[in-house]
């Protein structure tokens, strides 16, 4: 019974790191050709690269913490932004930026 308790405490905890961003607008960056500012529901800055060395998503002005993705994820996750801001919808990311993960993303509901 213990166990049974630690494990959903565990995974409540799991949970909570992640964090749902709202996607309203993205702005392709001055100089390139694959890397998005993203107008979020966050206060900090959001970009999406999909052009230089380390690809992902990029929080803060300098890109303070980052969310690496493989070159073919952070393709489709353009790909799919793009579709749902284009039909005036939101896009939600799901980001758990302590283990440095993108859950998921899809256009909000």
Request: proline share 2%; glycine share 4%.
């Amino acid at each position: 019974m213990k166990a049974v308790i630690a494990l959903i405490l565990a995974f409540s905890l799991f949970e909570v790191s992640a964090v749902e961003i709202q996607v309203h607008k993205m702005k392709k960056s001055p100089g390139y050709d694959e890397r998005y500012d993203l107008n979020t529901s966050m206060d900090e800055k959001i970009v999406v690269d999909c052009q230089s060395f380390v690809q992902g998503l990029l929080f803060g002005e300098v890109g303070e913490s980052v969310v690496m993705l493989p070159e073919w994820e952070c393709d489709e996750l353009i790909v799919d932004m793009k579709k749902s801001v284009s039909r005036f919808k939101k896009h939600c990311l799901e980001v758990d930026r302590d283990r440095a993960v993108m859950d998921s993303h899809q256009t909000c509901k």
